[in-house]
């Protein structure tokens, strides 16, 4: 999914009525919590979709407009007021530009990061459609997301235990941060996940950097490793689903994650292209 080919006509004002960081406070990262609500005729966005923010953009530059994507985080609600409200979660960013070394700020995200409560804001989507709850009910389910990946998983399993009871098969959610307090929905300001933990078929796996002060990255090896020979037969078995959300690095992590557990490159190169042609490997990664 490219920016530039989406349809960004059909736009949407939104307030938001809410801002919470839920990220610790000794946490380097700060991610929000954002609520928008968007008056008039629904706005109908599924759980594994993203709306599109259209922030301020740099005039000097040229562009008026900055378009970013942005995970609903839970399933969409009307108020008493006829209004739609949508959560999503955003990481703030800067980047250090590579030849100046200087630092800059995200524009999106930032521009998200300082809104208040009240502030209005443009809105156009929702793209995607990926993340789909399958038709077997004993389907076993894989979810992997690191940082605001978690997000349409969020949404996924709110969607999945509150409105599809048909649903009895096993979830695994693999859950990742370079530490605890980075782990989102998973900590001591939000811990979203706990309402998930008397089920008995689902179940949270952490998975973290062993060398967090030195920006180490999440070590999926280890996480993977950590279930083994079970987490083999369901990647084997003929009813999996393995969805993937995050930063595109997450890609190789994981390939090297899943070739150390299948023994060969060959063997979990065929598996994983076989899961893929069965639309049963899918990934949503920026
Ligand atoms: C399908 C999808 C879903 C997403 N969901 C979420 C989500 O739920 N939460 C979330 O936080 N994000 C999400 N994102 C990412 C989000 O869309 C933005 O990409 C992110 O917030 C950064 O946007 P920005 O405008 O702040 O940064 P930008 O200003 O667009 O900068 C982003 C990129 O530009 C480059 N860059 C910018 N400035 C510099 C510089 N000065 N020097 C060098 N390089 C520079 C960097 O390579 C960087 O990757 C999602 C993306 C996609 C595609």
């Given at each position: 999914m490219r920016l530039q080919d989406l349809?960004?006509?059909?736009r949407r004002s939104a307030r938001l009525t809410s801002t919470e960081r839920?990220?610790?406070?000794?946490?380097p990262e700060e991610v929000r919590e954002l609520v928008l609500e968007i008056p008039g005729a629904a706005f109908e966005a599924s759980p594994g979709q993203s709306i599109g923010i259209i922030a301020p953009g740099e005039v000097a530059f040229g562009q008026a407009e900055h378009l970013r994507l942005y995970s609903v985080a839970d399933i969409p609600e009307r108020t008493s007021e006829g209004a739609t409200r949508l959560r999503i979660c955003v990481r703030r960013c800067d980047y250090i530009?590579?030849?100046?070394?200087e630092r800059y700020r995200g524009i999106a995200s930032n521009y998200l990061c300082d809104l208040t409560v009240g502030d209005r804001v443009t809105l156009t989507g929702p793209f995607g459609d990926l993340f789909h709850i399958p038709d077997d009910p004993e389907a076993a389910l894989i979810l992997i997301g690191a940082g605001t990946g978690i997000a349409p998983f969020r949404a996924f399993l709110m969607h999945l235990y509150r409105s599809q009871p048909r649903f009895g098969g096993e979830v695994k959610l693999f859950h990742g941060g370079r530490t605890g307090l980075e782990m989102l929905y998973r900590n001591d300001v939000r811990d979203?996940?706990?309402?998930?933990?008397?089920?008995?078929t689902f179940e949270a796996i952490e998975a973290v950097s062993e060398r967090p002060h030195w920006d180490g990255e999440i070590d999926w090896t280890k996480a993977i490793g950590s279930r083994g020979e079970e987490l083999r037969e369901w990647v084997l078995r003929p009813h999996t689903y393995i969805y993937l959300a995050g930063l595109e690095s997450i890609r190789d992590r994981l390939d090297s994650a899943f070739v150390k557990l299948f023994g060969s490159s060959e063997t979990w190169t065929r598996r994983k292209a076989e899961l893929v042609a069965g639309g049963r490997w899918v990934e949503w990664l920026y």
């Open positions: 349809d960004t006509t059909d839920i990220t610790p406070d000794e946490s530009d590579p030849y100046n070394g979203d996940f706990a309402q998930f933990g008397d089920i008995a």
